[in-house]
């Protein structure tokens, strides 16, 4: 049973680029979140997708938005690409049952904007 | 605000001695609490978890304890092996039936062999 499935693993943009990542959940899951994680800090919500909606979303600004598809597989994209924009970008997604259960995350995208 | 916060950035622990790491959190509307693990170059790994009306809850060489009177979470490894070597993150998300789950900086935990 595969995990969460993230692609690509390593990217390398330049500033003022746009950048699509892409996510599968984990067989069973519907719904999946994305977060944005600096080096040697916390992973930080940027939003999260149910039945193909954002269904809530952190603070961070427009230039990220999101989507996801029929399959639940969602794809994260960040317009207008900022030095500060280089993270470990992470997907988890969970089975939603109006409860609070652990992701399951996966290994990220490295963005790296130069 | 929410925040999520360790009292440690790194802890060193002998192989074969109980390891604890603490966190403090501030939202007294947390009604979940995770610890999570997360090994260099993956992402991170459910540990464990607890309700808010529970206090203590043990798997399997982890226990996690929660304080609200304080709003203090800890972790406890037992007998803790090299593979134990982590950054470990403690989060928490409201009630509310969303899965919104804030994280805390993390704390590296060292195994000395």
């Known amino acids: 049973d595969a995990g969460v499935t993230q692609s690509p693993t390593h990217l390398i943009k330049t500033r003022g680029q746009q950048v699509t990542l892409r996510c599968s959940p984990k067989s069973g899951h519907d719904t999946v979140s994305w977060y944005q994680q600096a080096l040697g800090q916390g992973p930080q919500f940027i939003f999260q997708?149910?039945?193909?909606?954002?269904?809530q979303r952190g603070n961070f600004p427009d230039r990220f938005s999101g989507h996801q598809f029929p399959n639940y597989s969602s794809e994260l994209n960040v317009n207008a690409l900022l030095l500060g924009d280089s993270a470990l970008y992470l997907c988890?997604?969970?089975?939603?049952?109006?409860?609070?259960?652990?992701?399951?995350f996966g290994s990220g995208t490295r963005l790296t904007v130069v | 605000g929410e925040s999520v916060g360790l009292h440690l950035p790194t802890l060193s622990v002998q192989e074969g001695d109980n390891s604890i790491i603490n966190c403090a959190y501030s939202n007294s509307a947390s009604d979940y609490f995770i610890w999570y693990k997360q090994e260099s170059g993956k992402g991170p790994q459910f540990i464990i978890d607890?309700?808010?009306?529970?206090d203590k809850r043990q798997g399997q060489r982890v226990t996690v304890l929660l304080n609200k009177t304080v709003k203090h979470l800890s972790l406890q490894i037992a007998a803790t092996q090299p593979g134990d070597s982590a950054v470990y993150f403690c989060?928490?998300?409201?009630?509310?039936?969303?899965?919104?789950?804030?994280f805390g900086t993390g704390t590296k935990l060292q195994v000395i062999p």
């Open positions: 607890i309700r808010s009306n529970m």
């Open positions: 988890a997604s969970s089975p939603d049952r109006g409860q609070n259960y652990g992701y399951t």
């Open positions: 989060a928490e998300s409201p009630s509310g039936g969303y899965q919104k789950v804030t």
């Open positions: 997708y149910y039945e193909e909606e954002e269904r």
